[in-house]
Structures are given as structure tokens and as C-alpha cells.
């Protein structure tokens, strides 16, 4: 069975340039969160989706900002890049969002802002 | 502000070593309590989970013990090998929002 997976893979923008990050959660799985990385840290809450829904919003300015589609993938949006949004960034499935607490990572997409 | 504190930020063992690590918490909402495996270039794995009606817990070489009271938990990797060098985090969730807390990570290293 197939993970989470997550596209591109790397990425390079220039500040101020605008990213979309794609994630596909593991078959059957109808929840999606993201998280960020910065480099020595642990993951940080970005946003969590069921159903294509927002079910919970990290502390992250409106630069950032998420969808979920019918087929339960979605994607992550960040506008006006900083370089201080270079991370390696995180997509979690899970089965459900209100009784499954389970969590499982994608490889990330990691993104270097210059 | 971090809400699950992690220690040490590294640590070094030989192999059949048994690395510990520990982590503490503050919010009483937390009741589930997940580590996470990474090694360099991977996203986190899921290692092994507790909550807090059970003090300890044991997946293979992997064991978490919990303290309710001192809100405090630990993971310990009986006779570590090298392939076990990796980074691990501690984290922690409420069924409040499900949102994963972690902390800020170890680095382990097992010398052969």
C-alpha cells in the first residue's frame, strides 16, 4: 500500500514568489494536516482537514493558507515568501479527524527560499 | 511557546547501549502521546504511542514510560543498534483538536 505522498520533492523560489505544495493522504484516509520543519526543529502545526473542511488552524500568518479536495489530496499555498519559510514541509494523513489519533508522515517537500 | 520539552538534544551510546529520552508537558488536555522516528531526508515515522492510563508501554526494543503526576514520559531503546541512529521527537495530542505538539528532538547516534 501507498503512503503518504507529497510533490515536488525540493523546490527554490525567490522571496515574495508564491508555492503550492501537493499532498495525497493513504487510501481511505479522509483527514489531512501540515506541518513545518525548520531545520533542527520539530514539526510545527500549519492546518488540519477532514472532509474539505478546516478543523484546526496553527499559528501562522494568512500568507499561508490550505484546500482539500473531493478525492481527500490537497494543498498547501504560501504567498509573499519569506526566507524565513524555508523548511521542509510535512503532510500527515489519518483515518478520521475527531476519533483517530494516529498520524502518518509523507517524505515532505522541503523548499529553500533565496 | 513549546508545550512539550525534550532532552537532551543528543546523545551518544555503543551499540547494546540503551539510550533514554525524555520529555514533559504542561497541558493536562494532552491524552495521547506518540513518538516519532526520522532519519535524514524522510518525513517522521511513527515508533509507538501511549496514553496516560497505562505507565508503560513496549513495542519490541522500544518501551515509553509515563508519570501522570510529574506529566513527564520517556522513551527507551533497549539494545540499541546502529540502524537505529535517527532523530526522535516526543509529541503529544488532545482529543480536543487531534493537532500533534512535538518536541524539539534527539539526536541519537549508536557507535558499533
Known amino acids: 500500500d501507498a503512503g503518504v505522498t507529497q510533490s515536488p520533492t525540493h523546490l527554490i523560489k525567490t522571496r515574495g514568489q508564491q508555492v503550492t505544495l501537493r499532498c495525497s493522504p493513504i487510501s481511505g484516509h479522509k483527514s489531512v494536516s501540515w506541518y513545518q520543519q525548520v531545520l533542527g526543529q520539530g514539526p510545527q502545526f500549519i492546518f488540519q482537514y477532514y472532509e474539505k473542511e478546516e478543523r484546526g488552524r496553527g499559528n501562522f500568518p494568512d500568507r499561508f493558507s490550505a484546500r482539500q479536495f473531493p478525492n481527500y489530496s490537497s494543498e498547501l499555498n504560501v504567498n509573499a515568501l519569506l526566507l524565513g519559510d524555508s523548511a521542509l514541509y510535512l503532510c500527515?494523513?489519518?483515518?478520521?479527524?475527531?476519533?483517530?489519533?494516529?498520524?502518518?508522515f509523507g517524505p515532505g517537500t522541503r523548499l529553500t527560499v533565496t | 511557546q513549546q508545550q512539550v520539552k525534550q532532552s537532551p538534544q543528543s546523545l551518544i551510546v555503543q551499540k547494546g547501549g540503551i539510550p533514554i529520552i525524555n520529555c514533559a508537558y504542561e497541558?493536562?488536555?494532552?491524552?495521547?502521546f506518540p513518538w516519532y522516528q526520522q532519519f535524514p531526508g524522510k518525513g517522521p515515522a511513527l515508533l509507538i504511542a501511549i496514553r496516560p492510563d497505562v505507565s508503560e508501554k513496549k513495542e519490541g526494543r522500544f518501551t515509553i514510560s509515563f508519570n501522570k503526576s510529574a506529566k513527564q514520559f520517556s522513551l527507551h531503546i533497549m539494545d540499541s543498534q546502529p540502524g537505529d541512529s535517527a532523530t526522535y521527537f516526543c509529541a503529544a495530542t488532545s482529543s480536543n483538536d487531534y493537532k500533534l505538539s512535538f518536541g524539539a528532538g534527539t539526536t541519537v547516534t549508536v557507535r558499533a
Open positions: 497541558n493536562t488536555a494532552f491524552d495521547y
Open positions: 500527515a494523513s489519518s483515518l478520521v479527524w475527531d476519533t483517530d489519533y494516529e498520524q502518518y
